[in-house]
């Protein structure tokens, strides 16, 4: 696949007629005003292609999802103080976002929900994006312009030569090489990742131990040698060699479709150059800021 292809965005290609029709506000002449007009949609590439959904999820088998761009009704939800507080101003950007409301944002898997909100931020505020950025080389910081458009591409899952199976269902095994055990785990859905975020969010408040590793470790793990109790997969987690740890949490990431954000930093101290991946700090949103 080319990397034109690979890149979010309007396709290049005329939408099917059987396609969702663009999403229609104040159609009733009756409303305040008089008048309606049709919100500009695209259709925004999905990493999944719909692989990795239930037969009776919207999007199984689907490898694009329609979205209206954004207005100034996102932009207060991105603004809430209550939204904010509460960790769900994303969530109702993208339900708001999203055209066939018998989708639920929380069953989308991470990747796609990224591939959403890269495509709302292009087409809202355009491709430019400038960011503080830290010189890996010599630490100094500056700003830097990424273009989203040649920094964005789709990251398919990727089995390659690894030691693991697709069981089609959106899970996942493989055996561990050095203790041999067989671990089945699954992909993560939006509900998923904001389960794993408040976790570790509540025990910084609470001074706990965060427990990042281990906590990402319990949330796709579905199966040790076929047992899938809590009980199981904690005393795995807790005693697994470094080595088998680092083997899963890599293959997870391989397998787990999503954006890709790479792009060329030149520092202009250093003269340092290499790819990195683009950061989505909390200007991404906000490019006037």
Not at 41 to 46: A, G, K, P
Not at 111 to 138: E, F, H, K, V, W
Not at 210 to 226: D, M, P, S
């Amino acid at each position: 696949m080319s990397r034109n292809r690979d890149r979010l965005g309007v396709p290049n290609t005329t939408p099917e007629p059987t396609e969702p029709p663009p999403q229609v506000f104040n159609e009733n002449a009756s409303e305040p005003g008089g008048f309606s007009f049709v919100v500009p949609t695209e259709f925004v590439e999905i990493p999944s292609k719909g692989k990795y959904y239930p037969d009776n999820h919207p999007l199984a088998d689907q490898e694009t999802i329609e979205i209206k761009q954004m207005t100034a009704k996102e932009e207060d939800m991105l603004t809430s103080r209550t939204l904010l507080r509460k960790g769900i101003a994303l969530e109702r950007v993208i339900q708001s976002l999203i055209v066939d409301k018998r989708i639920n944002p929380n069953t989308l898997l991470v990747g796609d929900r990224n591939a959403i909100l890269i495509a709302a931020r292009i087409s809202g505020y355009g491709s430019d994006y400038t960011t503080n950025i830290t010189c890996p080389q010599c630490g100094t910081s500056q700003q830097h312009l990424f273009d989203l458009h040649d920094a964005t591409e789709v990251r398919e899952s990727d089995l390659g030569t690894s030691n693991i199976i697709d069981n089609g269902d959106g899970t996942f095994t493989t055996t561990l090489p050095a203790t041999k055990v067989e671990v089945s785990f699954r992909l993560l859905t939006g509900i998923d990742e904001k389960s794993l975020l408040t976790q570790i969010e509540n025990a910084r408040k609470s001074k706990k131990e965060e427990n990042t590793i281990t906590r990402q470790l319990k949330q796709f793990i579905i199966a040790v040698n076929g047992d899938d109790t809590q009980e199981t997969i904690n005393y795995l987690v807790n005693n697994v060699p470094s080595s088998d740890s680092r083997y899963l949490r890599n293959l997870f990431v391989q397998v787990t479709p999503d954006v890709n954000l790479m792009e060329n930093f030149e520092c202009s101290e250093c003269s340092y150059d290499s790819v990195m991946e683009v950061p989505l700090t909390a200007d991404f949103f906000w490019p006037d800021r």
